[in-house]
């Protein structure tokens, strides 16, 4: 395992975050065992959100620490302040509701590191920063960060908590694959990946900020499952926002290339999409959704898998030689 940190946090972090939507108390069995192959990994990074699962993803992830004894190396990324169907919800109000929520169902006093789940720009991002300051102060949190947020919205951000002597936004949380996302499959899902989103990766890298990026395999669209000859026959199979977002002629021809790649070097598809997003030139820590050991080892192999420049180009049609 690798591991990075991130201001404010004093445990390591790892640079696979195994993502917890898929948790339920009626299935805690399974779930232990999934935590406890990614513990055994050496991943200490888990992800959750206040919406995932009515709330029952952090109620296990609080049974499996108080159960394991290790909310000490546990880091726990929680989520707050999704929209709903009746209106945005980045308030102070809504991020002080959510978090006391989390915080409960966790059985935990404090969120390692915090996540605004989406934006609202129409609203100043000023008191938005009082409030997530105000709760690191409390020690509910050790760290923020903002999920589905422009660049420019959290170097606003910055310059106002800079300017006020507070803490800024320490992460950003966006999707990005090697796959482009031609159409958001939820409401306000930004992502960084593609040639249009080249600006954004840039700034990110002019930042030095971390990224916990999400969706490595597009939704599916690199789950081995599909190829270019039967994407059409398979569609089904897959929740309607992947294809909108993902089935492009451009898409087709960088997952073309994978299955050329993952053939050549022995692994799957999965594992060269992941092993991408890794190798990127950027401060990286990938959500992964490892539904059981066997694919925890996979994605270890992937993130023990470096993509020279050439094949990193290759796979994003950049070049036509690897």
């Keep these: 395992m690798e591991y990075s940190s991130v201001t404010g946090i004093e445990k390591k972090i790892s640079r696979l975050v195994q993502g917890c939507i898929m948790l339920t108390r009626q299935k805690q069995e399974e779930g232990f065992a999934l935590l406890d192959a990614a513990r055994t990994a050496g991943i200490t990074a888990y992800d959750t959100g206040h919406i995932y699962g009515g709330g029952d993803c952090d109620r296990m992830l609080g049974l499996w620490m108080e159960a394991r004894r290790n909310r000490d190396e546990a880091v726990i990324i929680g989520k707050g ?122 700034a990110y890298a002019d930042m030095g900020m971390p990224l916990f990026t999400w969706s490595s395999v597009a939704r599916g669209f690199f789950s081995g499952k599909i190829t270019s000859a039967n994407a059409e026959e398979v569609r089904d199979q897959f929740d309607g926002s992947m294809p909108k977002s993902y089935y492009h002629e451009d898409n087709f021809k960088r997952l073309d290339r994978a299955w050329a790649l993952a053939e050549e070097k022995g692994l799957s598809v999965p594992q060269i999409a992941l092993a991408y997003v890794l190798s990127y030139p950027l401060n990286i820590h990938a959500l992964v959704g490892s539904a059981n050991a066997d694919e925890v080892a996979s994605n270890e192999q992937a993130l023990a898998t470096r993509l020279s420049d050439a094949e990193m180009a290759w796979l994003d049609l950049r070049s036509e030689e690897r």
């Design 81 to 202: 302040a999704h929209l709903n169907q009746d209106r945005n919800r980045v308030t102070p109000y809504d991020i002080a509701s959510d978090m006391a929520d989390t915080l409960v169902r966790l059985r935990s006093d404090y969120i390692d590191l915090y996540l605004l789940h989406r934006d609202d720009p129409s609203v100043p991002v000023g008191p938005i920063v009082d409030a997530l300051n105000e709760h690191h102060a409390a020690g509910r949190i050790h760290a923020f960060g903002g999920s589905n947020w422009t660049p420019e919205r959290i170097s606003e951000a910055n310059e106002y908590a800079h300017k006020h002597n507070l803490l800024p936004f320490a992460v950003s949380s966006p999707n990005f694959s090697l796959a482009e996302q031609f159409e958001e499959p939820w409401t306000d899902c930004l992502s960084i990946s593609g040639p249009s989103q080249a600006s954004e990766r840039q």
